[in-house]
């Protein structure tokens, strides 16, 4: 396993999407959706805070977070990354994406490239990701990617493996 950090912060290139690090300039655009354990940032400066977080968790080699972004337009449409560890080679998924550009296959795109990258440069043996019972797009997603229903975490939320 080859875990973060990484002497440059990996941005992997596809056709319809690029992950890249998140910076300080996107946060006036991904405040709406800048979260860190749960918590959602209420003003610029939290979601500040909060990207401090994130980068010390990927120092310490517990995370790695991309933004998400359209290649003609440059445009942050969301973030995805691994987040809480890589524990006995598990890497747990998350994304979420800005609202306008949701059912737009983004996020698909940046999953499959996230995915291949935990599996060929992280060395993961295996990928989760949770999901709230509710949240029928995600599991439609999650499934399409190939991820099955492992457990149920508790009355709202399900984890996912792939």
Same mark, same amino acid.
């Given at each position: @396993?080859k875990?973060?950090?990484? $002497?440059? !912060?990996?941005?992997i290139?596809?056709e319809t999407?690029?992950?890249?690090q998140?910076?300080?300039? $996107?946060?006036?655009?991904?405040?709406e959706?800048?979260? !860190? $354990?749960?918590k959602?940032a209420g003003?610029i400066q939290?979601?500040?805070? @909060?990207l401090?977080?994130i980068?010390? $968790? !990927? +120092?310490?080699?517990?995370?790695?977070?991309?933004?998400?972004?359209?290649?003609?337009? +440059?445009?942050?449409?969301? %973030?995805?990354? !691994?987040?809480?560890?890589?524990?006995?080679?598990?890497g747990?998924?998350g994304?979420?994406l800005r609202?306008?550009? +949701?059912? &737009? /296959?983004? @996020?698909?795109k940046g999953?499959?490239?996230?995915?291949q990258?935990?599996?060929e440069?992280? /060395?993961?043996?295996?990928?989760? *990701? %949770? %999901?709230?019972?509710e949240?029928t797009? *995600?599991i439609?997603?999650?499934?399409?990617?190939?991820?099955?229903? &492992?457990?149920d975490?508790?009355?709202l @939320?399900? +984890?996912y493996?792939?």
């Amino acid at each position: @396993m080859k875990l973060p950090p990484y $002497d440059l !912060y990996p941005e992997i290139a596809g056709e319809t999407i690029v992950l890249r690090q998140v910076s300080r300039s $996107d946060l006036p655009d991904l405040l709406e959706i800048s979260f !860190y $354990d749960g918590k959602k940032a209420g003003s610029i400066q939290e979601a500040m805070e @909060m990207l401090a977080c994130i980068e010390a $968790d !990927y +120092q310490n080699g517990s995370s790695i977070h991309w933004g998400m972004v359209d290649p003609i337009t +440059q445009e942050i449409v969301g %973030t995805c990354g !691994y987040y809480r560890g890589f524990e006995n080679g598990v890497g747990e998924l998350g994304c979420i994406l800005r609202p306008q550009f +949701q059912r &737009k /296959g983004y @996020m698909k795109k940046g999953l499959e490239l996230a995915i291949q990258f935990g599996q060929e440069d992280l /060395g993961l043996n295996r990928i989760t *990701a %949770t %999901t709230s019972r509710e949240n029928t797009r *995600a599991i439609k997603l999650l499934e399409g990617l190939g991820f099955d229903k &492992k457990t149920d975490l508790n009355d709202l @939320m399900t +984890q996912y493996e792939f």
